[in-house]
């Protein structure tokens, strides 16, 4: 899917042609074609145009020719209603002196965010620079809203663990701390970068990358302001990440010695059951022999047994409770 948008006066439209500058050009999962045409129309790279098309591809910043590629990891939910999964993804940002492309393997939450009415009106695709700090900034502002998501859905687990003695809690719970795993390493893999864009203010003589990238991304004051901003939502998310993983790990020791006792409740509790139930059992037995027995003659013999099999049930019942046995 390709789509190109600029910036009319204070509001992002989406615009017909590719020629121009101060564009948007927006590609999920794009066909050959799409990249094909882009790469024509902007002189950009075909390889940087791909590079996020590779799921394991890292975060990165690399530049050539008068551009810059940045790949960084954006969250996503996984799985048909994403209740207890979740992933990351790379995301591709191009840049060079007339446009922004950014390029993902499918549809996410950042594109989305991007695109929602209170983040559209303070793009400006013609100030690249900003536009890249704004979609740094809510990809880790979309990383804590997720990690927040994974903190209450830990919670209401752990309510449920309280009671239960079947492991879907418990697998729901490793899910969790396998994203929780995933959002860690992402999260660091990003800093990488960010640290990389603060030190390309300080070029140094011969250092051709750093170069490259300051004149393509020129930063002003509040650029730089925007750029601490991201960095500071990337360590808040990074401990975050890092605490709750800490905490899911030992929910999870916990809640599996809990989920073992539970289990034992009910086996000692069907045991109990068992011995109760055989107690009648036996009398009955007695009775069904074919020999001769007290009281077999009495019309009262078979309520006789029944009575008798009732005050064996409730002392056994007493007996058993009054010593934590059931």
Same mark, same amino acid.
């Given at each position: 899917?390709?789509?190109?948008?600029? /910036?009319?006066? %204070?509001?992002?439209?989406?615009?017909?042609?590719?020629?121009?500058?101060?564009?948007?050009? #927006?590609?999920?999962?794009?066909? #050959?074609?799409?990249?094909?045409?882009?790469?024509? +129309?902007?002189?950009?790279?075909?390889?940087?145009?791909?590079?996020?098309?590779?799921?394991?591809?890292?975060?990165?910043?690399?530049? $050539?020719?008068?551009?810059?590629?940045?790949?960084?990891?954006?969250?996503?939910?996984?799985?048909?209603?994403?209740? =207890?999964? =979740?992933?990351?993804?790379?995301?591709?940002?191009?840049?060079? %002196?007339?446009?922004?492309?950014?390029?993902?393997?499918?549809?996410?939450?950042?594109?989305?965010?991007?695109?929602?009415?209170?983040? +559209?009106?303070?793009?400006?695709?013609?100030?690249? /620079?900003?536009?890249?700090?704004?979609?740094?900034? =809510?990809?880790?502002?979309?990383?804590?809203?997720?990690?927040?998501?994974?903190?209450?859905?830990?919670?209401?687990? #752990?309510?449920?663990?309280?009671?239960?003695? &079947?492991?879907?809690?418990?697998?729901?719970?490793?899910?969790?701390?396998?994203?929780?795993?995933?959002?860690?390493?992402?999260?660091?893999?990003?800093?990488?970068?960010?640290? &990389?864009?603060?030190? @390309?203010?300080?070029? &140094?003589?011969? %250092?051709? $990358?750093?170069?490259?990238?300051?004149?393509?991304?020129?930063?002003?004051?509040?650029?730089?302001?925007?750029?601490?901003?991201?960095?500071?939502?990337? &360590?808040?998310?990074?401990?975050?990440?890092?605490?709750?993983?800490?905490?899911? +790990?030992?929910?999870?020791?916990?809640?599996?010695?809990?989920? @073992?006792?539970?289990?034992?409740?009910?086996?000692?509790?069907?045991?109990?059951?068992?011995?109760?139930?055989?107690?009648?059992?036996?009398?009955?037995?007695?009775?069904?022999?074919?020999?001769?027995?007290?009281?077999?003659?009495?019309?009262?013999?078979?309520?006789?047994?029944?009575?008798?099999?009732?005050?064996?049930? +409730?002392?056994?019942?007493?007996?058993?409770?009054?010593?934590?046995?059931?």
């Amino acid at each position: 899917m390709l789509k190109i948008y600029q /910036t009319i006066g %204070d509001e992002l439209h989406e615009v017909e042609s590719i020629a121009g500058k101060g564009l948007w050009i #927006e590609l999920i999962n794009p066909t #050959e074609s799409e990249i094909r045409q882009v790469a024509e +129309a902007t002189n950009l790279l075909p390889e940087f145009l791909k590079a996020a098309l590779d799921e394991e591809e890292r975060p990165r910043i690399e530049t $050539d020719e008068g551009q810059v590629l940045i790949v960084i990891n954006i969250p996503f939910s996984r799985g048909d209603n994403g209740e =207890y999964n =979740y992933d990351t993804m790379p995301l591709g940002i191009v840049i060079n %002196d007339n446009v922004v492309v950014t390029v993902c393997l499918r549809d996410n939450p950042l594109s989305a965010e991007l695109h929602s009415l209170r983040v +559209a009106r303070s793009i400006h695709t013609q100030k690249k /620079t900003r536009f890249l700090l704004q979609i740094l900034f =809510y990809n880790a502002a979309l990383f804590l809203k997720y990690l927040r998501l994974i903190d209450r859905k830990s919670n209401e687990i #752990e309510r449920v663990l309280h009671g239960s003695t &079947k492991n879907e809690e418990l697998i729901r719970l490793l899910n969790l701390g396998k994203s929780l795993t995933y959002f860690t390493t992402s999260l660091r893999s990003n800093e990488i970068v960010l640290e &990389k864009l603060l030190k @390309s203010k300080l070029v &140094k003589v011969g %250092d051709e $990358d750093a170069q490259v990238t300051s004149r393509i991304l020129k930063m002003y004051e509040e650029d730089e302001d925007l750029l601490e901003d991201v960095i500071t939502e990337n &360590k808040q998310a990074i401990e975050m990440a890092e605490v709750y993983s800490s905490i899911l +790990a030992g929910t999870m020791d916990a809640f599996a010695t809990i989920i @073992s006792n539970n289990q034992n409740t009910v086996m000692k509790f069907l045991a109990s059951v068992t011995i109760i139930m055989a107690l009648p059992t036996m009398v009955a037995s007695f009775y069904g022999m074919n020999v001769a027995l007290p009281f077999q003659r009495s019309p009262f013999a078979f309520l006789g047994t029944l009575v008798f099999s009732g005050l064996l049930v +409730a002392g056994a019942t007493y007996m058993m409770r009054k010593r934590k046995m059931m």
